[in-house]
């Protein structure tokens, strides 16, 4: 039995012992990792000696692109697979500098036509919000694509859905203050001009080709490859709204712990949270049809990441998964150059063609690491990514669910303790199915509404252990886990009845 240290940030003194590391108890299939087991590293160690520094923080899933990176390389190093590794050591933190950032999109939409707003609406608004509220606008060319302030960005989606990027703060006390703060000012500007914010996962009543295009190179890139993947590439792209919360990790084996209960979770987040049944003015045969789509988009940097439960997870692991998903872009003198399908691994050889010759920098690897989209994403933090759009109550209980369940050790270990016998496929055959029976979905016996009140006592509990009062926020999920009516449940009922089968009063119902 190996004890196992972890050099903390830099000027802190001295190693934590994060776990003694023995063998492999594997349930059924050797390659399984036994969930409920202390984790070990990709290659079957902690990675000792690598120090868990903390720098900046950085949310670039929609933003402009990166000129830099931390510094783990210098520029005159050529890029290796370790500096690749450091650079996800980095992002480790001690349990007190956790925190906890919050990311949610929404459709605006005209009052009167109930029509998408357009990009010269949306870049108005954008110019109103910087003018009020003392907004820094950040300009592509010749066009407005975003705004900052502090650490908070308002960022444009493909299809012009608005979102902010939240600042990492420390309570979700603060989360959902800034959450409302931010729609505060977003109202105030949008209704002047006549504007309306709607809180659903999919577009619900207008097709593909009135959906407005945002002017930023990245995404003309991101069009044109998911072209090959149809209508639900593009569907995904322009057509979807979801939200996500950001959590840290103290090391490699407490990102592991995390990584594998999050995933495993997902799909009963993505039925929690089903916001999105109509498309085109109709029912659509799902309760989330923006999970739907999602999956079916680019397997190759989507999905539920079935190598997280094999025994050999680490950030090694994450970093050869993502050295072979194809580069989309590389950004270069403020300029976004298509890849062609080539990998980051390519890249590091010196063989795109794109720009030949030239080595990769640690800020191509950031940048690519933004265009990896799993239900959940690993960066120097962890993104939760499974949940639609919805309702201002239901945002702040997303972020409310997760710290409840990961940043407690005890929670967390009753997740862990729970899906131990869960295999990749039970939770790949999970995650199919959600987007259509969301909480009455079987798994081994039981149906998710009854995994559900376990789950959400767990995070009650670890909420409730953090003494902040803060277990209020779960109390929109109560009652979708005591119904079992999802938010998309109760939307197709009042379709069938009280709007007698018309789609536009969800414009109300749903707007912010």
């Known amino acids: 039995m190996e004890v196992v240290y972890q050099k903390w940030t830099a000027g802190s003194s001295g190693c934590k012992v994060l776990g003694e590391v023995g ?31 903390q720098g900046r ?13 931390p510094v783990i390389a210098t520029d005159t190093d050529p890029l290796t697979k370790d500096h690749l590794i450091q650079y996800f050591l980095s992002g480790c933190k001690p349990k007190h500098n956790w925190r906890i950032g919050t990311e949610h999109e929404k459709f605006g939409f005209e009052f009167k036509t109930l029509r998408p707003i357009n990009y010269k609406q949306i870049s108005s608004l954008l110019d109103g919000i910087a003018a009020r509220f003392d907004w820094q606008k950040i300009i592509e060319g010749d066009n407005i694509i975003g705004l900052k302030n502090a650490n908070q960005s308002i ?30 000012q977003a109202k105030t500007v949008a209704e002047e001009m006549g504007i309306g914010f709607l809180g659903l996962g999919f577009q619900p009543k207008w097709k593909l080709e009135d959906i407005p295009r945002v002017p930023k190179v990245r995404y003309n890139i991101l069009q044109n490859y998911l072209h090959k993947f149809g209508a639900p590439g593009f569907e995904s792209l322009f057509m979807t709204c979801s939200v996500q919360v950001n959590l840290d990790f103290s090391s490699e084996a407490d990102m592991i712990k995390k990584m594998r209960a999050s995933l495993a979770l997902q799909p009963l987040t993505a039925a929690l949270f089903a916001n999105s049944p109509f498309k085109e003015g109709l029912p659509n045969g ?28 680490g950030f090694e692991k994450y970093v050869d998964y993502a050295l072979d998903v194809p580069m989309l872009f590389v950004y270069r003198k403020n300029k976004y150059i ?10 590091m050889a010196g063989k795109l063609p794109a720009i030949p010759g030239q080595m990769p ?25 499974g949940a639609d759009g919805c309702p201002v109550d239901m945002l702040c209980a997303l972020p409310a669910f997760w710290v409840g369940l990961l940043y407690d050790e005890v929670s967390l270990q009753n997740v862990l303790d729970m899906i131990a016998d869960w295999t990749p496929e ?4 999970l995650r199919n199915k959600v987007p259509i029976t969301g909480l009455r979905t079987p798994l081994q016996g039981r149906l998710l509404q009854h995994i559900a009140e376990d789950v959400l006592k767990w995070a009650k509990d670890g909420l409730d252990r953090r003494c902040l009062n803060e277990s209020v926020f779960l109390d929109p999920l109560k009652e979708v886990v005591g119904t079992g009516l999802t938010q998309a449940d109760k939307l197709l009922e009042m379709y069938n009845n009280k709007w ?13």
Request: glycine residues 8%; aromatic residues 10%.
């Open 23 to 53: 063998p492999n108890k594997a349930k059924g299939k050797d390659s399984h990792w036994n969930l409920s087991s202390l984790c070990t590293s990709s290659s079957g160690h902690v990675y000792k000696g690598r120090g868990c520094r």
């Open 500 to 512: 007698g089968n018309k789609i536009d009063p969800v414009f109300r119902e749903r707007c912010y």
């Open 426 to 429: 039970d939770i790949q055959n």
């Open 338 to 347: 298509d890849c062609g399908d080539m990998s980051f691994r390519d890249f």
């Open 57 to 69: 923080r950085v949310i670039v899933a929609t933003g402009p692109a990166i000129d830099q990176a």
């Open 361 to 385: 920098t640690l800020a191509d690897w950031e940048n690519h690491l933004t265009t990896i989209f799993p239900e959940v994403r690993l960066k120097r933090y962890m993104e939760m990514r």
């Open 286 to 313: 799902y309760l989330s049809i923006r999970s739907q789509r999602v999956a079916q988009v680019d397997k190759r940097r989507t999905g539920m990441l079935p190598f997280v439960f094999y025994d050999n997870f």
């Open 155 to 184: 960022s444009l989606e493909p299809g012009g859905q608005f979102e902010l990027s939240g600042t990492p703060l420390k309570t979700l006390h603060q989360t959902c203050d800034e959450i409302n703060s931010h729609l505060y």
